[in-house]
């Protein structure tokens, strides 16, 4: 599985991905009452899980100001409707974002992590799920580590992107129990810090990506470190590729902690904004090995 993923994130950079959604996809919209809002939601099922066979659900989350539709070009129905087993892929909208942990003022009493489990739970009440998965760019790759805290009872893995965990939230993070993480970060992202600190515009705290992974790593009880491999040279984006894996084999509670660091790689989905599906497949490749 992991050399699949190495392959998919190196090869990925040069498949063409124009985010055109394939000729008989149909995104359905839906909407649930929480904490005194419409939240609105866009999914997708593909003919499998519409026969009631044992899916999987995928959470797909916005970035801050964005919209469950922004992001449902990032190619991850396209992967869902050729798949051979049930997925259904959902994009839930935020309330000008997610509240994440870092406790914004126009984010307060919003309470998305409760929202998201509702949600969970309403494709639960219909559908014969078998893993519920996570992922989001920029506030929604926080608030995917936030749910990973927050919500692991409910939740099979997390691959947030370009999104650290929220200072406010890392000291009492306390996941009930350990969950497989994959997470994709660039080191001259100048929105989300790759070091930590406060995010652009003021708008809260992170930890730094490497304190975020350490979290995972001693919740999942991997060694404190692991082997940094250099995957692919300096292209002409000058974008470097390394991997550092805590394996199943390595990690005492058996679920792993992947960290890809893209040096040089800036505040975008890797490849969607250049000619491949980049971050997509990997997450693909990535889920599919929690689901045996």
């Not at 600190?197 to 490497?210: L, P």
């Not at 005492?252 to 971050?279: F, M, Q």
Request: charge should be negative; proline fraction near 5%; aromatic fraction near 10%.
């Amino acid at each position: 599985m992991f050399r699949r993923l190495v392959l998919c994130l190196l090869a990925a950079m040069f498949i063409p991905f124009n985010g055109v959604q394939a000729q008989g996809i149909t995104l359905q919209k839906g909407s649930l009452e929480h904490g005194g809002l419409t939240r609105t939601f866009m999914y997708y099922l593909n003919e499998i899980a519409e026969t009631n066979a044992p899916s999987a659900l995928i959470l797909v989350l916005h970035g801050g100001g964005g919209s469950g539709q922004q992001v449902s070009n990032l190619g991850f129905t396209e992967l869902a409707y050729r798949a051979d087993r049930g997925v259904i892929v959902v994009y839930p909208d935020g309330v000008e974002g997610w509240n994440d942990g870092r406790e914004l003022d126009w984010r307060k009493g919003v309470d998305d992590v409760g929202f998201l489990t509702s949600l969970i739970e309403h494709f639960q009440g219909q559908y014969p799920l078998e893993k519920v998965f996570v992922t989001g760019v920029s506030n929604g790759g926080i608030m995917s580590f936030a749910l990973g805290c927050l919500a692991a009872d409910q939740i099979d893995a997390i691959a947030p992107v370009i999104g650290g965990l929220a200072k406010n939230l890392a000291p009492t993070c306390a996941p009930s129990h350990p969950l497989p993480v994959l997470s994709i970060v660039g080191t001259a992202d100048r929105l989300v810090p790759f070091g930590g600190g406060t995010v652009a515009y003021n708008r809260g705290e992170i930890i730094s990506a490497a304190e975020s992974i350490a979290l995972w790593r001693r919740v999942n009880g991997c060694p404190e470190e692991a082997t940094r491999e250099q995957l692919s040279k300096r292209g002409l984006r000058g974008v470097t590729v390394y991997r550092e894996l805590s394996t199943p084999e390595k990690c005492t509670s058996g679920k792993p902690v992947i960290w890809y660091i893209l040096d040089g790689g800036g505040h975008e989905w890797p490849g969607r904004n250049t000619n491949g599906a980049g971050a997509t497949e990997v997450i693909w490749v990535f889920f599919q090995g929690q689901w045996q």
